[in-house]
């Protein structure tokens, strides 16, 4: 009997050596992240004079590498519809409406107000959520029409910023709120002829260009872990 009890009480002990050591390993922190995001999307242009009017489904899917706590590197692939109402030649409001679906492709530097990541023993300034802004480059296709009336598929560049919130409630899962705003380097995402900026008057005046916007909430996996600075080290 008494035999026995020392095999249980070496097994736990095993156990909880075994536990440690996961946790220890646990504090070593993830440099990639892949995510999905769902929410809601509206358009302001020529059609639709301010923001949340009108929205529409808005989902993407992203990759984010972790350079440091504080700064990251996200690429996202989303894609959005927008609607308005249509117009006549004259400017009249009319109460049909039209609506077209945008994929865009974008890649945006990340900067956490808060060091972020996985609770750490070692650095009490860690934290597992945080505010963040973001901004970078991005390219979008859509449905536009040609001289004749025609629609066909077109792209523009744009600029993608915005601010977001992190939470990481478990290892390796985490929430990702965002709040996006695309600026278009062009006026013709309605595809509609009486407001497409047709004769391209608006050149390059950025005030002037259609904007789109994405309130999302989504989910993210984290994985593959740092490296130790060395065999022995837990941090």
Excluded at 46 to 63: K, L, Q, S
Aim: charged share 20%; glycine share 10%; aromatic share 16%.
């Amino acid at each position: 009997m008494k035999e026995s009890k020392r095999h249980i009480w070496l097994i736990v002990a095993l156990f909880l050596c075994m536990g440690g050591r996961a946790f220890a390993q646990n504090e070593q922190p993830y440099l990639c992240e892949i995510g999905l995001q769902g929410g809601v999307g509206y358009y302001v242009g020529d059609a639709t004079p301010h923001i949340f009017m009108n929205p529409r489904e808005a989902y993407g899917v992203h990759f984010r590498y972790k350079f440091t706590k504080r700064w990251a590197l996200q690429a996202k692939f989303s894609g959005q519809r927008i609607v308005g109402n249509q117009y006549t030649i004259r400017g009249e409001k009319l109460d049909t409406q039209w609506s077209n679906r945008l994929y865009n492709v974008d890649v945006m530097a990340e900067f956490n107000f808060f060091r972020f990541g996985s609770g750490n023993q070692y650095d009490r300034r860690i934290k597992p959520y945080t505010p963040y802004i973001f901004i970078g480059v991005g390219a979008g296709m859509y449905n536009d029409m040609d001289a004749k009336g025609a629609k066909k598929i077109t792209a523009a560049g744009y600029i993608p910023l915005g601010i977001g919130f992190k939470w990481k409630f478990y290892d390796c899962i985490g929430l990702n709120i965002a709040w996006q705003h695309n600026i278009y380097f062009s006026d013709d995402l309605e595809a509609q002829s009486t407001l497409n900026d047709k004769h391209h008057l608006n050149g390059w005046n950025w005030m002037n260009c259609d904007l789109t916007g994405m309130l999302t909430a989504g989910i993210v996996f984290e994985f593959a872990r740092a490296k130790k600075p060395c065999r022995i080290c837990n941090y």
